[in-house]
């Protein structure tokens, strides 16, 4: 746990949230400041940052959850998708340093949106090389 931290403290239970979902690794509540009602919050129970320093057992637990809520979501608020987003770092947005995603209940024609301008690759070989280079670096 780190001190500070208003995630592990919403994990502690030592600030109130609206908890839907409760296991020994993982918890979802409803984000205060929601693009849809609905939206939610999954977080590791422990305190990890980023994606990048959550521990691989832990995903089975966490692709469980997400998977519940979003049927849950899709059945009780009669949502037609669900967007999952998890934003690792400052560069991506990351707000709070306490790793978790966010289940986001969408409607056709909702009004919620990112603003996503595709990068070109200047040709295909471009792709390809970029590619290969990950596949180079994969751990
Ligand atoms: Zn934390």
């Known amino acids: 746990m780190s001190e500070s931290c208003l995630f592990c403290e919403i994990a502690a239970r030592r600030i109130a949230a ?14 205060i400041n ?23 057992q832990a995903f089975s637990a966490l692709f469980s959850a997400a998977q519940n809520i979003a049927a849950v979501q899709m059945k009780t608020l009669g949502a037609e998708g669900i967007n999952w987003l998890q ?27 990112w603003n996503w301008k595709p990068t070109l690759y200047e040709t295909p070989d471009e792709c390809d090389q970029l590619a290969n280079l990950l596949k180079e670096n994969l751990k």
Do not use: C, N, W
């Not at 409760?22 to 984000?31: G, I, K, P, R, S």
């Not at 693009?35 to 919050?41: E, I, P, S």
């Not at 690792?88 to 949106?113: C, K, N, Y």
């Open 18 to 31: 609206s908890v839907v979902y409760e296991d020994d690794a993982v918890m979802a509540f409803l984000d």
């Open 34 to 56: 929601p693009l849809a009602l609905g939206h939610m919050l999954l977080i590791t129970k422990m305190h990890y940052e980023t994606l990048l320093e959550v521990p691989k």
């Open 87 to 113: 934003s690792s770092g400052t560069a991506a947005g990351q707000e709070i340093f306490h790793f978790h995603i966010h289940l986001i209940p969408r409607m056709s024609e909702d009004g919620v949106g």
